[in-house]
């Protein structure tokens, strides 16, 4: 096959293009810009992850192709990021960025140059049966990012790869080692898809302007003033600003709720009850097969990346949203964020998080 790469500049889509090539496949390497405002003291600028990307094409050989995507990137992604944390919710940007910058832009890109599929460094597994595209785990449950790719369809998945997905994370750097890439010993990033890693505080400040508001608990006391509620998350703790106030429990303070409508934050003292939820509510699912597997079915789910599976009952309802009841209660059920399904190593699919049955949820 014509395979071009979504050659990042780092050590996963660098093997992955090296094991398309020893497959025998025609490779090509695509670099993708998606943002303008590089950071000079930023931790991965992208004109340096543009020529790591450079050197390892030039290592294998396959032909390099750079294309800015900054437009696309704004305006299918980074907009939306900004409406969810103005609204009092928190997005999680990597889900947009595979579905309409990774796996539609790129794609029709690589289309247009002449390529049949296009590859990423994901660690996740495709099973093509039965006429379906299964979205499966990555063998190793530590790099396992299925989570992020649950909002791509079938026609998305039909021309992706994903070289690395069988592998486990050391398995990718001993190979890169022994092929000697430049990017073998090159750290992974962990900031904000295409954005990187920046003070996430300041770096919203310049596109929301800070809105203080109260800060409150559960019990009606006013304790203190938050910055804004686009800094804080559900389940938070630290940056609150109320570690050394007297009385109470002595316990660390976290965020339970956040209420746009009059702009409070919402506090508690320890493990308290209202950070804890039985259920929630989603937008709309999007199912990877385009259908649910019934009206009504147990299965497992995440309402984070990286949390452990969580036994739960999904109820599908009028308009596509969901009801789910999980087994054990839930800690900091996050509106913005999204629940994805799994029945065993299958990824069925998920929605973002509207409501749960915690603190001020809605439900």
Not at 33 to 43: I, R, V, Y
Not at 92 to 116: M, Q, S, W
Not at 228 to 233: D, E, K, N, R, S
Not at 322 to 348: H, K, M, N
Request: glycine share 12%; charged share 25%; aromatic share 8%.
């Amino acid at each position: 096959m014509k395979v071009l790469v979504g050659l990042s500049g780092g050590v996963d889509s660098s093997v992955a293009a090296l094991l398309l090539q020893g497959a025998g496949h025609e490779v090509g390497a695509l670099f993708m810009k998606n943002w303008e405002e590089d950071d000079a003291s930023g931790a991965c600028p992208a004109e340096a992850d543009a020529e790591d990307a450079r050197r390892v094409a030039r290592q294998l050989g396959i032909p390099f192709f750079g294309r800015n995507f900054a437009a696309e990137y704004w305006d299918g992604v980074f907009a939306v990021f900004l409406a969810e944390l103005k609204a009092g919710r928190t997005p999680n940007p990597d889900i947009l960025c595979n579905r309409e910058v990774k796996f539609r832009t790129f794609v029709e890109h690589a289309l247009d140059l002449g390529y049949e599929r296009v590859a990423t460094g994901h660690y996740a597994q495709l099973r093509r049966r039965e006429g379906q595209i299964e979205l499966l785990r990555g063998a190793d449950p530590g790099k396992d990012q299925s989570y992020f790719l649950h909002a791509l369809d079938q026609a998305q998945l039909a021309v992706a790869e994903f070289p690395v997905g069988h592998l486990h994370k050391s398995e990718v750097r001993h190979i890169a080692t022994e092929a000697r890439l430049p990017t073998h010993a090159k750290r992974d990033s962990t900031g904000i898809c295409f954005i990187g890693e920046r003070a996430f505080d300041s770096f919203v400040a310049r596109y929301l302007a800070p809105k203080p508001g109260p800060m409150r608990t559960p019990e009606g006391e006013t304790i203190g003033e938050h910055r804004g509620l686009q800094f804080h998350t559900i389940g938070q703790r630290g940056g609150l600003g109320i570690g050394g106030r007297r009385g109470g429990s002595g316990e660390p303070w976290f965020v339970a709720a956040k209420s746009a409508s009059d702009n409070t934050l919402w506090v508690v003292q320890g493990e308290h009850p209202a950070l804890y939820g039985t259920r929630l509510r989603s937008e709309a699912i999007h199912w990877i097969a385009g259908t649910p597997p019934a009206a009504a079915f147990t299965c497992s789910a995440r309402i984070r990346y990286r949390q452990q599976d969580q036994t739960c009952r999904v109820r599908v309802l009028d308009g596509g949203s969901a009801d789910v009841v999980f087994d054990q209660r839930q800690r900091a059920i996050t509106p913005g964020q999204s629940v994805v399904f799994y029945a065993g190593e299958v990824c069925l699919g998920g929605g973002i998080i509207a409501a749960s049955d915690a603190f001020l949820g809605g439900l």
